[in-house]
């Protein structure tokens, strides 16, 4: 399996912290979002290789990467212009093939073992074509929030509303059918959003494994300082630098 960090936003929220450190590099703990995430998925023997995209700051993406101990298992792909967390999975469809494969928010943090969201779709009915981790939030209007059946399959999907009908969300570590690379070409543009132009037309063949753990989008001062104090000691089994 194959994986996709998605590491090209600008951190607006995190100014002035972003303005001289990309964001997947922001430390936790003393280590970089980015490097919790490759301990993870590589040490952990989730995946064969991760492919990275850069933008904002890039230089500094490069030079960390070319220092990590995974560097011959991670490819940098750089965007000029933004293409949107769908349009970045595009421009990426040779390099997945046909097999399942992962897409992760970078500056997303979690002691979720990804591996089970990965067992769990491979365990899945022959029509399901996304598996996504949900978990309980305090902001639901912050979120995309989701409704499901007793199966755990996705019966609706809101994205950022003003009334949301619950606080299960959408956590953005998904696995993904590679039919859903027909769908993307389908849409005929470069730049396409997961969130809002996709994802919630592939209901109901979608199904979430709901995390109890820890859980935070550091894309604000006052989560980064929450995932400083509450992200657990151990992190994942091979989190130690």
């Known amino acids: 399996m194959k994986a996709f960090l998605l590491a090209a936003g600008l951190g607006t929220r995190l100014r002035p912290l972003t303005d001289t450190l990309p964001k997947c590099l922001v430390p936790?703990?003393?280590?970089?979002?980015?490097?919790?995430?490759?301990?993870h998925l590589l040490g952990d023997?989730?995946?064969?290789?991760?492919?990275?995209?850069?933008?904002?700051?890039?230089?500094?993406?490069?030079?960390?990467?070319?220092?990590?101990?995974?560097?011959?298992?991670?490819?940098?792909?750089?965007?000029?212009?933004?293409?949107?967390?769908?349009?970045?999975?595009l421009a990426s469809r040779e390099w997945f093939g046909s097999d399942p494969f992962l897409v992760l928010h970078a500056d997303n943090l979690t002691d979720a073992d990804v591996g089970d969201l990965v067992a769990a779709h491979r365990a899945a009915d022959a029509d399901i074509l996304l598996t996504l981790l949900a978990f309980r939030t305090d902001r639901p209007r912050d979120c995309g929030i989701l409704e499901l059946d007793p199966r755990g399959r996705v019966t609706a999907f809101h994205e950022k509303v003003t009334d949301p009908p619950g606080d299960l969300a959408n956590g953005a570590i998904y696995v993904f059918a590679p039919e859903i690379l027909d769908r993307l070409t389908a849409l005929r543009r470069p730049v396409i959003d997961l969130s809002t132009e996709v994802i919630p037309f592939l209901v109901p063949r979608i199904q979430a494994r709901v995390h109890s753990g820890f859980f935070r989008d550091i894309g604000s001062p006052e989560a980064l300082a929450d995932a400083e104090a509450r992200f657990p000691d151990r992190s994942w089994p091979h989190g130690s630098p």
């Open 28 to 39: 936790i703990r003393g280590r970089p979002l980015l490097d919790h995430w490759l301990d």
């Open 45 to 89: 023997e989730i995946v064969d290789s991760v492919r990275i995209n850069t933008h904002h700051l890039a230089g500094q993406v490069r030079a960390h990467v070319a220092q990590s101990r995974w560097r011959d298992r991670i490819e940098l792909v750089h965007e000029e212009t933004l293409l949107g967390t769908g349009g970045t999975v």
